[in-house]
Every structure is written in C-alpha cells, then in structure tokens.
C-alpha cells in the first residue's frame, strides 16, 4: 500500500541520490572502485567540492572508502540502493493501474470523436 | 479496445513502463497537465481525486498537489511534487511524494514519443521511475526523440 513506507530509512539514501553530480559519481563507481582524483577529472568541480559529495555519499552508506592514508579509494556498495529500488517499485502496481485508466479515458475520447467505430 | 502494447520493466535503479495510447501525444501531456484529467486517472479506478483538491502549476520549478481517497477504506493521501522539466509534447519530469515535508522522492521521467504502431494513436509514452539514474535516462529519453 501507500501508507506505513519507511521513508525515513531511505530519506538519507534519496537525499543523497538527489544531487545529479553525486549521481553521476555513483554511475562511475558502478564501474569499479576509484580515487578522488579519478573522480573529480569529469566534473568541472574542485577535488575538494568532489570530496564533500564522497562524504555524502558515505554517510548514506552508498559507498565505502578505503583506509589508505593518501587514496582512498571509493566503492559502490550496492544495499542501500537495492533498497531504494525496491521500495520504489512498490508503487509499479500504482502506475500501471494509472496508466490503465487513462488508456480507458482516451479511448473513450476517440471513440466520442469517430462514432463510426 | 485490446490494442494497447504495455510493458513494464524493472531494471538496477528503478522501473520503466511503456505504454501505447491511441491518442496524440497533445492529448496525452493534456492528460498530465490539466487537472480535471490528471485527478481522474491518477491512481487509477481504485481511488478518488477530487478536482477541488488539485493544484498545478505547470512550469519548471512549479508545484502541484492533490488529496486522494484510496481504496475501499478511503483512505486520505496527500500528494505533492514539483515539475522539473516540460518540453511540450515530449518531456515532462516531475517528483511526487505522498509524504508532505520529507525529503523529495527520485523524479519521474515521463517521455511521449511516436513509436507506437497503431494506425490511429501515435503516442508512445515511457514513464521512467528511477532512483540513481534520472539525469541518464532523460538523456536517453530524449536522444530518442531527437
């Protein structure tokens, strides 16, 4: 149903998700691990500003960072996404009978217009 | 009817549904941006908008809002959500969240395209919802189109 999701549990996760640059870093660590540096050279940021989106991006728990004093490198932990999609897909059911009906309501529409059938 | 290609997918970040309607695609972005439509399909025959209670403000960076009454319970939900992109009749990308005041849910990425291949309706909308990859897939949505 659409009541009782536990929004709260996911707020970090979707707060941190709504920054397209955090995104577009995530989208990057899908491919496999990578220091700051390799992440920062796409983006026409700062490595530091690269840096405060990492540390957004750990507090939701979707990545992990290395202990390597100098690297660090980042990597994608998969859980708290898996559990933003699967949320998110309890509301597949919704749109789909959604979208049933306004195939019903166009139909209708087209069939006012050419009543020859 | 029974000329209605849908599929629904799932994929990593979220789920696609597409879905041929026999109608223009300005009669369906109508459908998503006039209110007395949009409060009579959204949610389906399942629950009930009333028109009084819909507000939209269609422009990037707009805000809309609607009070449902779902199911046989009629049990009130309120909606609210901001429009992020309109480029009429193709892209509309829009958030909803059903919990007022909470941080804002992944967008939906709604593309109307004319894929489909029925004779009479060219409209072939895909609504996207995905948690990771919004930006990517409107880019996709409008490669596509384009």
Same mark, same amino acid.
């Given at each position: 149903m659409l009541t009782n999701v536990p929004v709260d549990e996911l707020s970090t996760t979707f707060a941190a998700l709504a920054d397209p640059t955090r995104r577009e870093i995530l989208g990057r660590l899908a491919e496999g691990e990578a220091t700051v540096n390799q992440l920062a050279a796409?983006?026409?940021?700062t490595v530091q500003a690269v840096s405060r989106h990492l540390k957004v991006l750990e507090h939701a728990g979707l990545i992990t960072r290395g202990r390597?004093?100098?690297?660090?490198p980042s990597r994608l932990e998969g859980e708290p996404l898996k559990d933003a999609v699967d949320w998110l897909q309890r509301y597949r059911p919704f749109w789909e009978d959604s979208f049933a009906r306004l195939d019903q309501r166009l139909h209708d529409k087209t069939g006012a217009r050419t009543t020859d059938g | 009817m029974g000329e209605t290609a849908i599929s629904s997918e799932v994929d990593a970040n979220g789920f696609t549904i597409v879905h041929v309607f026999e109608a223009s695609r300005e009669e369906v972005w109508a459908e998503w941006t006039t209110p007395e439509s949009f409060a009579d399909w959204f949610? &389906?025959?399942?629950s009930e908008v009333p028109v009084s209670t819909m507000t939209m403000d269609? #422009? *990037?960076g707009g805000a809309w809002a609607a009070t449902m009454y779902a199911g046989p319970a009629r049990h009130e939900i309120q909606w609210e959500g901001e429009y992020l992109e309109l480029l009429e009749p193709t892209l509309l990308v829009l958030t909803l969240t059903d919990? *007022? &005041?909470?941080d804002p849910w992944p967008p939906i990425t709604v593309v109307l395209d #004319?894929? &489909?291949? #029925?004779t009479n309706g060219d409209a072939l909308p895909s609504a996207r919802w995905d948690v990771a990859g919004a930006v990517r897939a409107r880019r996709r949505g409008l490669g596509h189109v384009l």
């Open positions: 796409p983006f026409p940021i390597t004093a100098q690297l660090r | 949610g &389906g025959t399942a269609v #422009r *990037p919990q *007022p &005041g909470e #004319r894929s &489909g291949r #029925r």
